[in-house]
């Protein structure tokens, strides 16, 4: 009778395994992991959650290095005319990340003008974004105007649990 119960508490548990992967986030699709000699290199690969009130999307992808604890984040935008920017906000709730940028190309397309920028911050402030419960914006500062871009919101809900759990397992 002890090895009945013990086959099923073990049937169960599996059972109990099986179902909480179903319904847990594959993050191994979002990211890849690069050993260096320096030490690890996690990418995390491009998302599309923020769009202006024209509809254009502002894309990034973070790349975050071990050896200096710090991460870049590159972003590109389209919009109808070239517009070289001084700096960068993103804005989580009260948590605030900002900087100057560094062009990385401005180059047209067929009708409009693509951007794309690279901002470097401490990982730290990166990580405090994902887990400010709020929506973000990213605001782009040209000569003085800032250009609005919230994340859409069902796009972000999604997106966010998942950059939390790569952060975590990143600090692991």
Known sequence: MDNN??????????FCVF???LYGQNIKKHYVLKIQEKGNLYHFLPVSLFE???????????????WNDSIVMNFSYIKTEPLLID????????????????????????????????????????????NSGTT????????????RYPANKTNWRKYA????KIFKMIRL
């Open 5 to 14: 119960r013990i086959q099923t508490y073990i049937v169960s548990l599996l």
């Open 136 to 147: 973000p914006e990213i605001l782009i500062y040209s000569k003085g105007i800032a250009h």
């Open 19 to 21: 179902c909480l992967s």
């Open 87 to 130: 700096s960068i906000e993103y804005i989580a709730g009260n948590i605030s990340l900002e900087g100057s940028v560094e062009k990385l190309y401005v180059e047209p397309t067929a009708k409009k003008w693509m951007h794309r920028y690279s901002l470097r911050g401490k990982a730290d402030d990166f990580f405090q974004l994902y």
């Open 52 to 66: 202006d009130t024209d509809g254009e999307k502002l894309s990034y992808d973070l790349t975050y290095t071990t």
């Open 161 to 164: 649990p998942i950059g939390q």
